[in-house]
């Protein structure tokens, strides 16, 4: 009889829109990640030292609102929140062609801009679930990341290719349309009714911004973040250090087509019942990438070509073992939650990820004094310690708490 089930369909008119949104939000994000470092050095004149505080305001200002995103979007309508954050963070866009000459201004600009961007997150990332069933959830957070990959893989070319033309105005011009026809697709698209509290307590209280069950995940999660963070910081730089110099900056869209292909087959399973187990899996494949990265200096000093190898090998199993586990950890955090939380689930969940991000950040620049091979030793460490974590701790303590 289990066979008759009819399968619920997930590619409907509202998930397609939030998805191509979520996409062009991303794409006009990552369109100024390679090339605000040189707009800020051309512009203000000032060193990569100044550069790095510029940018990392951003970083805290989406780390500072998350919390609050997550409480604001599971009180007031999700609709709403996500319009009106999208709004904003397409607004932002406009500051760039205005302030060009005040620095102090410039930095108040990324914070707001962050603070969109951190609300926006939020709200898109519970949006989606709400527009899809719930016996999918597994394969729709799958393709719906899948958005972010492709902005990741591309954004960034194209923002270089723009800047090539020496037109930096133009290049904020395509991030404030890429953003607008983001936002046009979101307000199209139609949520479900959901009962909202009837009275609302704004007493201040940790479990109001923070998912509580979800602490021992956050920690797993945390640790498997810094390596992410150390190798999209600091992999170009490590290349160029053990002698790989040659279409180096590929390592990044194949890491991206590992995330990618990993989407493929990583929700069906969860929605098959295997949260747990695919997010071991997708720990494992990735503590076999980071393997490869900490010996990538000693094997491309032996061999150049067997370290171009290492080198990319290492970026498509990097990139596939992030990519199986995170619609698993996205899953996990909302079956820890009750669905008038699931906004705080994700807040929780993304959270512990730029956080993790941010010490990667932090500490692989202080290790990178003595070169960059003791950041990736480091990184292979922490996932191993993760791996251990979530199936000591984070596993039992699920399978107790899940409410679904």
């Known amino acids: 009889m289990a066979e008759n089930i009819v399968k619920e369909r997930l590619l409907t008119r509202n998930y397609i829109f939030v998805c191509i949104a979520a996409f062009m939000m991303s794409f006009s994000f990552f369109i100024l990640v390679p090339t605000l470092p040189l707009y800020l050095s051309d512009t203000f004149g000032i060193g990569k030292a100044m550069v790095g505080v510029v940018l990392s305001c951003y970083v805290v200002a989406v780390l500072s609102v998350r919390p609050l995103a997550g409480f604001i979007a599971d009180t007031l309508p999700r609709k709403s929140v996500y319009i009106v954050a999208y709004a904003a963070f397409v607004a932002a866009f406009l500051g760039y062609f205005f302030i060009t000459k005040t620095l102090a201004l410039f930095i108040l600009l990324r914070i707001f801009h962050g603070l969109c961007f951190g609300m926006l997150t939020t709200a898109g990332n519970t949006l989606v679930i709400d527009v899809m069933p719930s016996s999918r959830r597994g394969e729709g957070l799958g393709y719906y990341g899948v958005t972010n990959n492709l902005a990741m893989a591309f954004g960034p070319m194209v923002g270089l290719f723009v800047v090539a033309s020496g037109d930096y105005m133009l290049l904020f011009l395509t991030s404030l349309v890429t953003g607008i026809i983001g936002l046009v697709l979101g307000a199209l ?42 190798t999209t910081s600091y992999m170009a730089l490590y290349a160029a250090e053990v002698g790989i110099t040659h279409n180096a900056g590929l390592f990044f869209t194949v890491m991206a087509l590992g995330l990618i292909a990993s989407r493929l087959h990583s929700g069906k399973q969860v929605d098959k019942g295997f949260v747990t187990e695919t997010i071991r899996l997708g720990i494992c ?29 290492t970026a498509f199993l990097f990139g596939y073992g992030y990519g199986t586990m995170f619609p698993a950890y996205n899953t996990l955090f909302i079956n820890l939650a009750p669905n008038s939380r699931r906004a705080t689930a994700n807040a929780t969940y993304l959270t512990g990820w730029d956080v993790g991000i941010g010490g990667g950040m932090l500490f692989g620049g202080v290790l990178a004094e003595t070169g960059y091979a003791p950041c990736y030793i480091l990184g292979t460490l922490l996932v191993l310690v993760a791996l251990v974590f979530f199936t000591r701790v984070v596993t039992p303590h699920f399978q107790q708490h899940r409410l679904r």
């Open 189 to 230: 698209v139609r949520t479900p009714h959901r009962e909202l509290a009837e009275k609302v307590e704004f007493r201040l209280s940790a479990d109001r911004f923070f998912l509580k069950e979800g602490t021992r995940a956050s920690i797993a999660f945390f640790m498997l973040a810094m390596p992410y963070g150390m």
């Open 285 to 313: 494949i990735a503590f076999i990438g980071a393997l490869g990265e900490a010996l990538l200096s000693t094997i491309a000093h032996w061999n150049i070509t067997a370290g171009y190898v290492t080198y990319f090998v």
